[in-house]
């Protein structure tokens, strides 16, 4: 399914042409995406610095040799130190800088453009879940009361099929809607990056219709 790239920078006009059957359109829904970075995953960890170990004599005894130098480094550290903090405490004070005005996360204005059949057309899919839960829960409530009278008797097949019934169509009714949304659904705003936001499932009419390029994933 083609795909929308919008940059940032360079917002791409609006064709008014029906994103899903290239018509021109009668209705546009407008929002701004917040652009952000793509995740990292967590890279890096701590760096291990090997030290040395230094618990056998040889090396007590050289530490030992170099106590008075470690003392005199510490000592000449601490007068450095004080130094140090003196002159900052006695700097010239610097005249107030204004606060930053907050920053504004940067947004790309998208759009999508409808015929006015289409303006609607993510809520074919609702529909098509609610009667999917409702078949189904139909299907069940008949199984379950089938079983329930033939239980104890020998008729059961036809109780038995019910439930088998039941049982596929609980599987194969959601993926069939799933697949159907996937390969034809609503236009989504598929990914988000500093500078561009993608959108999915733009038809290809659309394409040959305003001229946009179109970048085609997965065939
Ligand atoms: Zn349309």
Redesign the pocket.
């Known amino acids: 399914m083609p795909e929308l790239t919008v940059y940032r920078n360079s917002p791409v006009p609006r064709p008014q042409v029906?994103?899903?059957?290239?018509?021109p359109?009668t209705a546009t829904q407008e929002w701004r995406e917040v652009n952000r970075k793509p995740e990292k995953g967590g890279a890096g960890g701590t760096d291990v610095v090997p030290v040395a170990g230094g618990d056998d004599p040889v090396s007590a005894a050289f530490n030992l040799l170099l106590l008075p130098l470690a003392l005199w480094q510490l000592l000449k550290g601490i007068v450095i130190g004080i130094r140090a903090v003196a002159g900052w405490l006695s700097r010239p004070t610097p005249p107030p800088s204004p606060p930053a005005p907050p920053k504004e996360p940067p947004t790309t204005r998208v759009a999508v453009t409808?015929?006015?059949?289409?303006?609607r057309?993510a809520l074919r899919f609702w529909w098509a879940w609610l009667g999917v839960v409702l078949v189904l829960t139909g299907l069940w409530a008949w199984a379950i009361a089938e079983t329930a009278r033939v239980v104890g008797t020998e008729n059961v097949d036809f109780a038995v099929s019910l439930v088998m019934t039941a049982i596929v169509a609980t599987i194969l009714l959601p993926m069939g809607v799933g697949t159907w949304r996937f390969l034809a659904g609503p236009v989504i705003v598929d990914r988000v990056t500093e500078g561009t936001v993608v959108l999915a499932r733009v038809r290809q009419v659309y394409f040959d219709a305003t001229g946009l390029k179109s970048t085609d994933v997965g065939g």
């Open positions: 029906c994103m899903y059957c290239g018509a359109s409808t015929c006015e059949r289409h303006r057309f």
